[in-house]
């Protein structure tokens, strides 16, 4: 590529909503333009590594044995009914009506489109495993939208869709394209670390997170550097108190509402105000009470209700929404939900220290004229909160006894799913088993946040010039810059000759042909950041020389002519 015929617009201030630091070198690199809030413009530079992360992603994937597909953006709202999720996601859910009043959503994921297309097509065990993925845009209607496009509403995300005949199956699904995730961060030269994610150390493995590690990141995860224990804080917190607290919280005990179906008692509650919030809360539920639909009251917080989900492990619910409490909603799980439950388990609710006097907690089985009661909570029992309730700390014992917990921050920038039959089931995607008898499949999903992956990777790399791109993901591999192009013969030559020789070997090169100043020429570069940069002029080309930097180095490094192209391969 010459940079004279590509487009290159570089700024020497970020703008003012640009508040971390891959947000600000991403707008003055000029990889992306705003358009609306959460809403960008890939531009040219920005998309050279959109479509390097995507190849990437393509080819572990389809390594690993998925096979790609590409579903619509735009999806009728009777397949999401038929989950229930066209009322359970609620505003981060975009919709959209035709001319003829009919609905959409637009997608945030493809569960129930890809469920659609199996259930149509898959009939007899002999067509499974399979496990379809696409790399499409997506839409979520993000409570606040930053960060670029670390937290943008359109965004590109990889997600794929595993369908197995039983549960070892989707285990064995799981593990391959847990495997098929940590090749393509370790392709794309960063820092991460993968970590269970609701409550998978207690239920079994049944999702994992991936996160770049970065200071700035969102979450907070939780390892012991002793051993492979590794969880969000959430996860971490659930294993945590089950693990080595089980006295921190006391069971509740069914008790009956007096004189209130359980709809009205909701309903007076909603009334009363918060003035405390929670951060998290376990609900382990009894085996008695499995099959009942269990509800809890949340505080409004940072997280909208379609965020607070039930944990897909058998008997445990975790909710986590934090800050901004003022007013409480409620949210209600299906009657069997939460599946089968240890019935050594009590129920008990637990929240974390940062909850001082919660007043207006209530939690139960929803059987008519029954709720629970017992903790210090809830209206019925005025008392404060628990006190010794507490997020995990660094120096706690881990909880498989090996050693020592320790905190870091981390970007989310993938997450693996087992499902189960959560889709299936709602939709009846069936298949025919050796007998001829239909079964439900097990289903499991696989995110990559592709253009996440861009922010993530500059947080991690970076210094007070611009960008430094890992190469596998750099816009431009080297950068090829000429003093004087457009006026030394000599010059010129050499640097053609240069660049035809590192295309000709299939390096991602870019010529710096717009006859900028050299201060100017190096300080766009560093800005963008491209990893290696090769600079000819009139008197290295003398001695028979070039001069090589690599984007970290301090100095140029003075490479004979004829060594060039090896020494940048
Ligand atoms: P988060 O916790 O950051 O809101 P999520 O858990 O809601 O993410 P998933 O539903 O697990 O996201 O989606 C899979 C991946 O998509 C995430 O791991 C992340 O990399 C990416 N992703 C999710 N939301 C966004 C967003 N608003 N902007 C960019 N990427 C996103
Ligand atoms: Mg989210
Ligand atoms: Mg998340
Ligand atoms: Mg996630």
Redesign the pocket.
Known sequence: MRASRFFISTLKEAPSDAEIISHKLMMRAGMIKRLGS?IYTYMPMGLRVIRKVENIVREEMNRAGAVELLMPVVQPAELWQETGRWDKMGPELMRVKDRHGRDYAIQ??SEEVITDVVRADIKSYRQLPVNFYHIQT?F?D?RR?RFG?????E???K?AYSFDRDVAGMQQSYKIMYDAYVRIFDRFGLQFRAVAADNGAIGGSGSH??HVIADIG??ALVYCPQSDFAANMEAAEAVALSASRPAASQALVKTPTPGKAKCEHVAELLKLPLSHTVKSIVLTVEKEDADKEVWLLLLRGDHELN?VKASKVPGLANYRFASEGEIVEWFGTKPGYLGPVDPKKPIKVVADRTVSNMSDFVCGANEEDFHYTGVNWGRDVPEPIVADLRNVVAGDPSPDGKGTLAIQRG?????V?QLGTRYSEDMQATYLDETGKPQLMQMGCY???????LGAAIEQNFDDKGIIWPTAIAPFEVVVCPMGYDRNEAVKAETDKLYDALLAAGVDVILDDRGERPGVMFADWELIGVPHRIVVGDRGLKEGKLEYQGRRDATATPVALEEMLAFVQ
């Open positions: 959460g945030p994921t997506k979520r993000e939208p496009l670390m937290r943008g509403r965004f590109t995300m997600d997170e991936f969102e979450d965020e970007i989310e920038v993938g997450h799913f995110g990559i946040g592709v253009t996440r992956i």
